[in-house]
């Protein structure tokens, strides 16, 4: 039998896979999307906020999360 349910949580199979299959409901094309360190969750920022994301040292972490989450 499938369990079936309306929230995911990120120990949840294939949860990454749902979450980052689809683009945020306020995204309009004029952002850019950002995964959030910590939470894993996509978020609609302007392109300024975007650079400091990247150069900000956050989108490390993400890379950094991923490493220790294969190490598992």
């Known amino acids: 039998m499938i369990e079936r349910r309306l929230i995911m949580i990120p ?3 294939g949860f990454y896979e749902i979450l980052n ?6 995204f309009d094309g ?12 996509l978020e ?3 392109f300024e906020a975007a ?5 900000g040292g ?9 490493l220790e989450d294969g190490l598992d």
């Open 44 to 46: 609609t920022v302007p």
């Open 58 to 66: 956050e989108y490390d972490e993400i890379d950094d999360e991923d």
């Open 21 to 26: 299959s689809s683009l945020p409901l306020d």
């Open 30 to 41: 004029s952002q850019c999307v950002v995964q959030r360190a910590g939470s894993g969750l």
């Open 51 to 55: 650079i400091e994301y990247a150069l």
């Open 11 to 13: 120990c949840d199979e």
